[in-house]
Every structure is written in C-alpha cells, then in structure tokens.
C-alpha cells in the first residue's frame, strides 16, 4: 500500500491530527474527589507513546451531581485543572492531542464500576458518598429497574447545568485540553431530555422534538462561547437510543444540523444506553457494528464523523476512512489490549523496517530487535 487514509493527517480547525485514530472514552472509576492522577498519567499516556492521534478522557463531570460513579474525574472545581495539566502535557510532548469527554449522568448517576457489577447505587449510598449527590432528569421516570426515580430538573436547575458545562468547558482549556467532547449519549442527562421515553416535560425543554432538543443545543452554545474559537468541538451521540419509540437516526441527523449551526466541528457516532430495561432495537454488535450510523450522519449533514465500537484490525479501520464512512476511528478496549495499536496498524499498512515514528527511547531497541530477527531468519533460511 502506498499510501493510508488511515494515516493522513486531518486538519479540524487549528488542530492537525497526524492520523485518523482516537483513543475512545473509557470510564476509570479512579479519581477520588475528581481529582485526576498518577493513574490517568500512565493509563491515558501511554496511548501517546502507542501512536494514536488524540487521546479522549475517560467521561469527566461537569457537577459532583452528574458523577457516574463514586470516583469519576471531574472538572467541576478549579483545583482539578492543575492535576488534568500535568496529564495533558505529558501527552503533548509525546506527540498526540487530548481532549476531554465532558458529561453529565443526569439520571442514571450513582452506579457500581463494572467490576463491582455495575449495578445502581441506592440513594442512601449515594448520600454517604457525598450528600449533594442525587439524581436528576427531565422528568420523574426511573432508567429502570434498580434505579430510584430522579428528580424532575427545575428551570434553574437546568440553567445551572448549562452553566456547569460552560465553566468545565473554560477550566478545560486552562489545563491545556485541544479538544472538548460533549457525552450526549447512552442514556446521561443530555440524552434523557432528547428521547420521548424518559422527556414526559410540557415546557419549552419537552414535548416536540424541537423542545427535547434544547438543553444539548443550549450546553453546545455555551460550550463554544466559553471555549476558544480555534479549538474544535465534538460531540457524542447515540444515534439510536437503544429503544423502541425511542430517538432515531432521522432525530439524530435533525439534531446534528443544528450542533453544526451551534459550532460543533465531528460526531462521534455511539448508540443505545437510554435504559438496560427498555426493548432493545436490533444493532446487532457485531464487528465495526456502528460505524453505518457515522456513514449515514455523515453523509446527511456533510459533519466529520467519528466511528467506534469493534474496529479492531488495520485493514478494516482503513476501510472505514477510505471508503468515507467515517473521517476518525475510536478505539477503546483494542487500545488497552494493545496501546501501541496504532503503530502496529501503521506498520501493517505502511511498513517500516526502522521504526521511524516510533519513540525514539524504544526506536533503538526495536531496531536491535529486528537486526537479531533478521540474522537468525538469513541463518535458517
């Protein structure tokens, strides 16, 4: 292959990825008090090492309340820009972008991690934990069972939230991020006001879609107000909420128009997460199993699109960009099994026996490797 479209850099406002690869969102469950750490150093680090183009934060909460579990990252408070700095210019000076995945649980906040079993904390534990943590949502509907029934948000209590991410967005930038991702999927706050299942609200926040849509079109414009014009803005959605009834690919592709409008620069194409409980649609998850929803979004509004979810070899992320299904890969759980995917993708797709985009504190060992492989292979042969 001579050359990749994998491996083209992609210039998205100021920004210049030097590749089309994405480290996904993946939720940590290590930062007590929203402090980031030595373990976001390592864990998120190492994918610079590893090659890929932006590193995305695990989901980082705008609000003590919108905390998905006991120890997520947050950026609610001033202090935590200093410990996020030391992070993200670790992963500039090894070479790759980072952004931040800012989010809001809404009503689904207080959850076990997944190797506890996931489960929904009771409201009492959730208090324990921290008394100003509760849930809230658009209205009085629980996710499902297990889950207590959230508090419907007042008008202040919607502007406040507005707010939040507005001033998560602003602490972003002070501690060096490139990127910020909206989380406007999976069943958060933002995603509970978009479905008619969980937004039962009369007000100019419920009812139409147009009304379901206005707290994600209010908290982008904030967010691109509050964060600088040159850096670009994504934005994570569940094309399809995952239930029946529930919100499609033609409201996503509605809602996208107008993020557009509101200075949202890529999409990242996620699906499902309203409620376990709720009819699932048929999205069976099978290999690289959302990447038509980046194609059809992307092929409606024009937006640059982000695909994830089961891209796990080189030939089949460079399908994806070649044939423009989508603009960027995001991988996630790949990364952990391999954070240097991105240069082996890159050593299957363009060959490089030296090494050359490799660190160079690893480039010399690898380079000593393959002069022993190379020998011993000249002496069997």
Known sequence: MSSSALFAPLQVRSLCLKNRIVISPMMQHAAPGGFANHWHLVHLG???????????????A??????I??????????????????VVDFVHAHGAAIGVQLGHAGRKAGSKALWEGGEALSE?????????WVRIGPSAVAAGEGWSVPRAMSGADIEEV?????????????AGFDVVELHFGHGYLAASFLSPLSNLR???????????????????????????GDKPLWCRLSVVDGAVGGWGVEDSIALVRQLQDCGVDVIDCSSGGLTE??????VPRGLGFQVPFARQVRSATGVLTQAVGMIVEPRQAEEIVASGAADLVAIGREALYDPYWPLHAQAALQPDPQFGDWHL??????????????RLKGAAD
């Open 361 to 374: 504190r690893h480039r010399v060992w690898l380079q000593k490797r393959q002069l022993v492989l190379d």
């Open 202 to 228: 009369t007000d100019e926040h419920g009812g139409s879609r147009e009304g379901r849509m206005r707290l994600a079109l209010r908290i982008a414009r904030e967010v691109r107000a509050a964060w600088p």
């Open 124 to 132: 009492a534990q959730m208090a324990e934990a921290d008394p100003r």
């Open 162 to 174: 507005v707010a939040q991410f507005a001033a998560a967005a602003r602490r972003a930038d002070a």
């Open 69 to 86: 579990g006991r120890d997520d990252a947050g950026l609610w408070d001033d202090a935590h820009v200093a410990p996020w700095k030391e």
């Open 277 to 282: 409980q709720t009819r699932a649609l048929p």
């Open 46 to 60: 190492k994918f610079a090492l590893g090659g890929a183009a932006l590193v995305l934060t695990e989901s980082t």
């Open 62 to 67: 705008v609000s003590p309340v919108g905390r």
